[in-house]
């Protein structure tokens, strides 16, 4: 009997309308253009405003993007895996409310919380679930909302970060254009250096906690830029060798978008020229969960039947991983 495989057939995205740049910043904290691109090679971020609008309201669209695309009805789709740290609520998971958004009655699902990271761990994850046999269609959607966590008073965080969405559909294939293999890893020990100090079962949300600003994200810059450099730069030289693939097999490496010299460090130590790498980091910022599938849904129409492309990230906690994708259109 022949393998079943995962392959991403279609790719889907949203960013909100509202444009923070680097020059609106400057007149909330004391930063400047030239020090924001100089140190991260951000321009402007985009930010979902209105009132009761949160993560699932991004993830939507991206998701019908795809379901416009692949001509398919809502209720063919088994399972939504949705990556966020910005869920619409605690519970109910915020897989479900998107689910219900967009008519996907059959489906059941889940949030996967894996910050940077989350869109390649969720990734895998559907990937088994359409190996196994037991699912057709599944709905892998990264989407963060986080100026919803950002204390804008904070300019080692605020200039950083920005929302967005973006959703792969996957299906089985017997082809050999498929997800082929990744490496994810994890450890819990860096959670002092990046995370949210409240909100949690340890620190339940209170008066004092909300005005000491502890539901906000809080990062140790330096060393979370250490580790990342070193995680994203190992794993993904680390699936190369695996796999016997160098640099010049290659055709893209789409690279969570958290800073620019972290990019370039994992592009020189994959032996890969900047022509081969997704970056959209000036235009969006960190979207945390959405920024890999965010490059997949604006590089989408350079992308050819075929070629391997490696996705790599690195997110709080710490987490990190790399996947190795045979293009399958």
Known sequence: MQKISAAITAVGGYVPETRLTNFDLEKMVDTNNEWIISRTGIEERRILKGPGLGSSD???PAIEEILRKKKLDPKEIDCIICATVTPDMVFPATANIIADKIGATNAWGFDMSAACSGFLFALSTGAMYIESGRYKKVIVVGVDKMSAIIDYTDRATCIIFGDGAGAVLLEATEEENYIKDSILKSDGSGRQFLHMKAGGSVKPATVETVLAKEHFAYQEGQSVFKFAVKGMADVSAELLERNNLTGDDIAWLV????????????ANRMGLSKDKVMINIQKYGNTTAATLPLCLWDWESQLKKGDNIILAAFGGGFTWGATWVKWAY
């Open 58 to 60: 991004m993830a939507v």
């Open 255 to 266: 690279p969570h978008q958290a800073n620019l010299r972290i990019i370039d460090a994992t």
